[in-house]
């Protein structure tokens, strides 16, 4: 066996077990489907982004419950976030959702800068520092997004950033449907 045929196969062995786990985790991604579809949103209650000095509120369960209501958690450090940030602004702009935004483990002034530079969706931001908010909702990674309907019952839970045909094709027709 030559030498270079001894050296390319490791190299093809590697080359298979990677594109092995890229399909079996990208397999697992699209067909993903939360356990709290159909469950009672948790129980939250998170200080909101103040976006002057002088608002400073709650952001909890009670403020989006009796509407259907988009909940997007995302962070500003995020680079899926800022890739799906474009299809926010479009839902809230040109389609009229409401967006209701957590803030990951951010920063107000990175929050802020974030904001400024690439528009602000959102109708609240609720700054989950801590991250426990993201455990109750079990978020694993931002950006996530949650429909939930006029009676506090999740009715899609989507992770990764959303394309503009997900949001015409599932967003739209859920919230038509129990809002």
């Excluded at 500003?76 to 702009?93: F, G, N, Q, Y």
Aim: glycine residues 6%; proline residues 4%; positive net charge.
């Amino acid at each position: 066996m030559s030498k270079k045929f001894k050296f390319s196969i490791p190299i093809v062995i590697v080359g298979v077990l990677v594109v092995a786990l890229l399909w079996v985790t990208l397999r697992q991604t699209l067909t993903y489907q939360s356990s709290l579809v159909g469950q009672q949103i948790p129980d939250f209650s998170v200080t909101t982004f103040a976006r002057s000095p002088y608002q400073l509120q709650v952001f909890d369960s009670d403020t989006i419950k009796g509407k259907a209501a988009v909940i997007n958690f995302f962070a500003s450090w995020c680079s899926m976030c800022r890739i799906e940030h474009p299809v926010l602004k479009h839902m809230a702009v040109k389609k009229g959702i409401k967006i209701y935004g957590i803030a990951l483990r951010d920063r107000s002034d990175m929050l802020e800068a974030f904001l400024t530079q690439q528009g602000d969706p959102f109708e609240v931001i609720g700054m989950d520092k801590t991250g426990s908010m993201a455990s109750q909702w079990g978020i694993v990674g931002v950006p996530e997004t949650f429909v939930v309907d006029s009676q506090g019952i999740i009715r899609f839970h989507h992770r990764g950033a959303l394309s503009f045909e997900m949001v015409e094709n599932d967003l739209i027709p859920i919230l038509d449907k129990y809002s």
